[in-house]
């Protein structure tokens, strides 16, 4: 692949055909790298990232590693990724994100501090996890503070729906999780309540969960904490 194909590839998204159009939770804005990005890309794409192919990804192949894998859905600027990776170094990390800049971000940043266990990929998460994950092969699931779509007429569009929930029970190992952190009180009951109607998840919790000391708070968190808005922390997990 020449390095021209290699920012093409990467500056498009297609969305597969199928049911999995219903849930989209995204806006796509900004696709152009500028000079300083496609040299970020051109030396760290290789290692750290990967494309959509449509089959299963075999984690051994693409980490060199057995470790159990987590997958974080919507990574925004990449900075939370980046920390659990190195706090927690005991799993691997595949980090789904469309918008483009925090992807080559956090590919910058992989770069810079050689973080093994990390690989990211710009594309849509429900394809991903539909056609590249295997059903009981993931640990666990981190969605952190994911876009609240706050008008009624937008709620279609938040990703935490019954299909998306369902998705994600299926790709956990018995025990694995899903961690949800929102700043949308709103939301995050809507999501107890539907997450309750999944058969193949319980909440040990009974309601929300305490925060783990493995998560920081991240600038978007703090700022929300200072207009006093309530963080709820959802964790649910694959009897």
């Known amino acids: 692949m020449t390095d021209e194909e290699l920012f093409q590839k990467l500056g498009k998204i297609e969305i597969r055909q199928g049911k999995e159009?219903?849930?989209?939770?995204?806006?796509?804005?900004?696709?152009?790298?500028?000079?300083?990005?496609?040299?970020?890309?051109?030396?760290?794409?290789?290692?750290?990232?990967?494309?959509?192919?449509?089959?299963?990804?075999?984690?051994?192949?693409?980490?060199?590693?057995?470790?159990?894998v987590i997958i974080e859905i919507g990574f925004g600027m990449g900075d939370t990724t980046q920390q659990v990776a190195i706090r927690r170094p005991e799993y691997n990390y595949i980090g789904i994100e469309v918008f483009l800049q925090g992807f080559v971000k956090l590919l910058k940043h992989l770069g810079e501090d050689n973080l093994e266990n990390v690989r990211i990929i710009r594309f849509n998460a429900v394809d991903v996890i539909t056609h590249m994950i295997a059903d009981g092969s993931v640990q666990g699931f981190h969605i952190f503070f994911p876009d609240p779509w706050p008008k009624k007429k937008h709620h279609k569009r938040r990703l935490m729906q019954l299909p998306f929930i369902h998705l994600l029970a299926q790709k956990l190992v018995k025990g694995g999780y899903i961690y949800m952190v929102t700043d949308w009180e709103e939301y995050a009951a809507e999501t107890l309540e539907t997450a309750a109607l999944e058969p193949l998840l319980n909440n040990p919790f009974y309601g929300f969960a305490p925060p783990v000391a493995w998560r920081p708070v991240t600038k978007f968190e703090q700022k929300g904490m200072e207009k006093e808005y309530a963080i709820s922390e959802i964790w649910l997990e694959r009897g």
């Open 21 to 68: 159009r219903e849930i989209k939770s995204y806006v796509l804005r900004n696709n152009v790298l500028s000079d300083k990005d496609r040299e970020i890309v051109r030396e760290n794409m290789p290692k750290f990232g990967f494309f959509y192919e449509d089959r299963f990804i075999d984690y051994k192949e693409l980490f060199g590693s057995d470790k159990p």
